[in-house]
């Protein structure tokens, strides 16, 4: 007895997994979420317009149930979920989705507001005058056809597409691996670049950019990016776009006015998109924002009331592009099947020359199937033409002999077909008139054949045929149409409006005061410096200043670090103020030992007590976060104690040796962090104080309670990281050039 093959076989996990893995990559990529660079259609979509083209749902017949066409489609088509086939027949016919809609929905379809379709049982739909031009020439036998999934039907592999509906409507898709993500693009643009193409077979990206000019999303907006911009994007097929909202400033007169949104970028939900607004104006994250409403009904009309009439609009909606979704990115990536069923990313010049490729193609194509149509015509009304010039014979045969047919072809040389057909003529055709029109058909057909014939045998002809078509195609869907004027615009802005401190705060004069045991506070208005505040037991004054609510204020603590603190968030002068270790991260064993406010464009001079130091630029002092920025390396026992602002030629420094150095600020070199070089030597003892000024003024310091300056400078000048000689008389006992 013969051993049967065994039912179970051994094989390697990692290997069988692999192997399946793979299949389901590539049915993933092919078969479902990349599009085909020809038609711009995945595999649901082509079957979806095919099943209703099926069901004779063209544009100017009925609506049928949208439940009869998910049947049809996954019955005979596409062996998937309902739920995925209606999904995307919604989104075809969905006007904010797609640039030009490829189905004609009737019911609740959705809304821009991210309100869901109806259930298919209750909406239906049709096809548009753009889908039965995509599939003009299904016919002619334009395309291949393919067997379906069980062998019983047939669909096209590819659709004919006399419109570019990859670019058109675009496409995105999350495929094993990949990904695509084609913007939409107005037709009549997309035609000129064709033209231009063909004409232009080498055109350069740059050139067909700029007739393309990018994107034209259905819901409008406005486009920021540079053309340069734009052009690398395409020429690589990946990149971004920077779309944001439509709006105008609508005056309500005496000098009120509220700003008026009217269209949002593409892919943003217009309810989300509310909400987040109304959720950052709750969180008073929106200074200059007093209230927002949606007044829409068909067209969008978002409506944004001002803080106050003085806000200015541009710098109110620069804080709403950047804190919400009135300015998006999308993230272009041209990923595509080409012709083989290949994935790859393309740039705008192979996505172009691929589609007119195709067209070329699908013209050859039904030019040979409209050949081979004529060709037959013209065999059986030849036939017919001799049957008229043999009449009495022909009916003679026919009434006397048995087998007429093969008689009359042996007598007139006629084909089988030939014959056949005047077998089946009927006795009306007999009469003179019909003679005359067949004769007619006849050489209308020939003169056709001729035509056929020299496009089929000329190139040059077979390109000029494909850009006709195009012709057609951008005057039957161009820019003349309603559906087909651009919808989203290109702004010059060449630089975001920048969004300063001053615009969201109220600018207001404060006095910010510091305790050697680090509680802050701000106090309105400027108060005398030399006031006498109260702080707590055992405190007292570290520095007190004079600023702006719109100011920084920076401090330095003897670690050699650098804090930044905005004044409108120093808490008022009520009380004692806050620890300031609640606001910046100090850490215990560290002090503030300088508090200024922030000045664009100054330098300063930072000191450690040890008589080191250099030169640093305000780039280097703000921090961005409440840990701090580290700018001085110091030694063991080494604290950071000065910084001082450069505002003259000449610095002083004076130590507790009592022993006062003048230099010149040049010889300090400025640095962006480190330890620094010696300013002044000591045997014993540290620095005590610094001071920087103009040499044609002279150095100051008190002297018996009035401040004295001193202008000859020569028995102190010296260089840098010299000893200096003894203070002049009256210097005051703490060896600094202002604190008794």
């Known amino acids: 007895m013969p051993e049967t093959e065994p039912k179970i076989k051994d094989v390697a996990l990692k290997e069988e997994l692999s192997k399946r893995y793979l299949s389901y990559a590539m049915s993933t990529i092919v078969s479902r979420s990349l599009p085909d660079v020809r038609d711009g259609l995945k595999p649901v979509h082509r079957r979806l317009l095919y099943a209703m083209r099926q069901l004779h749902l063209d544009p100017k017949t009925g609506y049928k149930k949208c439940a009869r066409v998910v049947g049809d489609v996954i019955g005979k088509y596409h062996p998937h979920g309902d739920t995925g086939v209606y999904g995307a027949m919604v989104r075809l016919a969905q006007d904010f989705s797609v640039r030009y809609p490829l189905v004609d929905g009737q019911g ?122 734009i052009v690398n994007t395409y020429k690589q097929g990946k990149g971004s776009f920077r779309i944001r909202a439509k709006w105008e400033k609508e005056d309500l007169g005496h000098g009120q006015y509220q700003i008026v949104v009217r269209e949002i970028p593409y892919g943003v939900v217009k309810s989300k998109l509310i909400e987040r607004i109304a959720e950052l104006l709750n969180e008073k994250k929106l200074p200059l924002l007093a209230d927002i409403r949606d007044e829409s009904a068909q067209d969008i009309r978002i409506v944004l009331e001002p803080k106050t009439r003085t806000v200015d609009a541009d710098m109110l909606m620069a804080l709403l592009f950047k804190e919400t979704e009135l300015e998006t990115k999308f993230n272009m990536n041209m990923n595509v099947l080409d012709a083989d069923c290949v994935p790859r990313v393309m740039s705008i010049g192979e996505v172009l020359r691929a589609y007119l490729k195709h067209r070329f193609e699908v013209l050859k194509r039904r030019s040979n199937h409209r050949l081979s149509k004529i060709l037959a015509r013209l065999e059986i009304l030849s036939g017919y033409l001799t049957a008229y010039l043999n009449l009495d014979e022909i009916i003679a045969i026919i009434r006397q002999e048995d087998d007429p047919k093969t ?317 200096g000689k003894l203070v002049p008389f009256g210097f005051p006992k703490s060896n600094t050039f202002f604190k008794e």
């Open 108 to 229: 609740n379809f959705g809304n821009i507001d991210g309100d869901g379709a109806a259930a298919m049982r209750y909406t239906e739909a049709r096809l548009t005058d753009f889908a039965m031009a995509l599939m003009e020439g299904l016919s002619d036998d334009a395309v291949d056809f393919v067997d379906t999934y069980d062998g019983e039907e047939q669909e096209p592999a590819v659709m004919p597409a006399a419109v570019p509906n990859l670019l058109c409507n675009g496409s995105t898709g999350i495929a094993v691996g990949m990904a695509t993500n084609i913007p939409t693009h107005n037709l009549s643009e997309v035609c000129d670049a064709l033209l231009y193409l063909i004409e232009n077979n080498e055109a350069t990206d740059e050139a067909l950019v700029s007739r393309l000019k990018g994107p034209d999303f259905p819901t409008g907006g406005v486009i920021v990016d540079s053309f340069e911009s």
């Open 407 to 723: 008689v009359m072809m042996a007598k007139f040389n006629l084909t089988d077909n030939q014959a056949e057909a005047i077998l089946n003529m009927k006795l009306k055709s007999l009469r003179k008139l019909e003679e005359s029109e067949i004769r007619a058909e006849y050489d209308a057909l020939n003169d056709e054949k001729t035509e056929l014939l020299a496009l089929l045998a000329d190139e040059h002809k077979c390109w000029l045929a494909v850009g006709e078509e195009i012709k057609q195609t951008k005057e039957r869907f161009g820019k003349k149409t309603a559906l087909g004027r651009r919808r989203t615009e290109f702004s010059a802005i060449t630089q975001d409006v920048e969004i300063t401190i001053d615009a969201l705060v109220e600018k207001e004069p404060i006095t910010v005061i510091l305790s050697e045991k680090g509680w802050i506070r701000a106090m309105k208005g400027y108060v005398n410096l030399s006031e006498d505040f109260k702080f707590k037991e055992d405190d007292r004054l570290l520095k007190a200043i004079h600023a702006q609510t719109t100011d920084k204020i920076v401090l330095l603590d003897t670690s050699g670090k650098f804090f930044t603190l905005q004044a409108s968030d120093i808490p008022s002068g009520r009380g004692f103020g806050q620890p300031l270790r609640l606001m910046v991260d100090l850490a215990n064993n560290d002090n503030i030992t300088e508090m200024f406010v922030f000045e664009p464009g100054a330098s300063y001079i930072l000191a450690s007590n040890t008589g080191h130091g250099f030169v640093v630029d305000e780039n280097h002092i703000i921090a961005q976060t409440r840990t701090g920025r580290k700018i001085m390396n110091l030694a063991d026992g080494e604290k950071a104690q000065f910084c001082v602002k450069i505002t003259g030629d000449m610095v002083a420094v004076v130590g507790e040796n009592r022993k006062l150095l003048i230099f010149k600020v040049e010889e300090i070199p400025t640095m962006a962090r480190g330890r620094g070089v010696t300013l002044q030597k000591y045997k014993d003892g540290q620095m005590t104080d610094i001071e920087v000024f103009d040499s044609n003024v002279g150095f100051s310091y008190n002297r018996s309670g009035g401040v004295t300056v001193e202008k000859d400078l020569m028995t102190w000048l010296g260089h840098r990281a010299q000893s």
